[in-house]
């Protein structure tokens, strides 16, 4: 994933990204592919490393991934 600044940087993002979808939209659900491609396009990243990040945030139960879907957590 890079240095400690770029790891932390790109696991802020999509943090970041959840939260605000899910502040405006609590009950909708977010496509996974497409945040994904947007965070391998804006950050200059793997999709794989995107979905690593998510596997953790969703390990911690912050967030339920149901294929492409990602709902809110607990």
Partial sequence: MG????RRDKIDWIRNKIEVFFKKKP????????????FAL?????KRTGEEIL????ELGFIKIKGDLI???K
Avoid: P, R, V
Wanted: aromatic residues 0%.
């Fill in 71 to 73: 709902e809110k957590g």
């Fill in 42 to 46: 804006e950050k200059g990243s793997t």
């Fill in 3 to 6: 240095t400690e600044n770029s």
């Fill in 55 to 58: 596997k953790l945030i969703e």
């Fill in 27 to 38: 009950k909708e659900a977010i496509s996974k592919n497409k945040l994904l491609a947007l």
